[in-house]
Nanobody, 115 residues
Framework: QVQLVESGGGLVQPGGSLRLSCAAS????????MGWYRQAPGNQRELVAR???????NYADSVKGRFTISRDNAKNTVYLQMNSLKPEDTAVYYC?????????WGQGTQVTVSS
């Protein structure tokens, strides 16, 4: 089992920045990728950004150039730096970890972009 704990959400004005963190614990040695997804009310959960153990990344088109995903392997933590935030970025953000044994999710953290 893998446990994921997110932090860093909150309320920010348009154009502002936030950094989300996701700390992994448990059977982390087989994790081969981690990522961030988001879900706004009435919408399906969508991929925001993903990073593999090798450092390869991919992003949703809507966040390219504004969001950056990174990981600290020593701390078993993945980060999402979000800049130039827009109201349409408002959603619950979920951390995700992929392993041969299954896919794991955090509890989610709310990000609200509003003036």
């Amino acid at each position: 089992q893998v446990q994921l704990v997110e932090s860093g959400g909150g309320l920010v004005q348009p154009g502002g920045s936030l950094r989300l963190s996701c700390a992994a614990s448990g059977s982390i040695y087989r994790i081969y990728a981690m990522g961030w997804y988001r879900q706004a009310p009435g919408n399906q959960r969508e991929l925001v950004a993903r990073i593999t153990t090798g450092g390869s990344t991919n992003y949703a088109d809507s966040v390219k150039g504004r969001f950056t995903i990174s990981r600290d392997n020593a701390k078993n933590t993945v980060y999402l730096q979000m800049n130039s935030l827009k109201p349409e970025d408002t959603a619950v953000y979920y951390c995700n970890a992929e392993s041969p044994f299954g896919t794991y999710w955090g509890q989610g953290t709310q990000v609200t972009v509003s003036s």
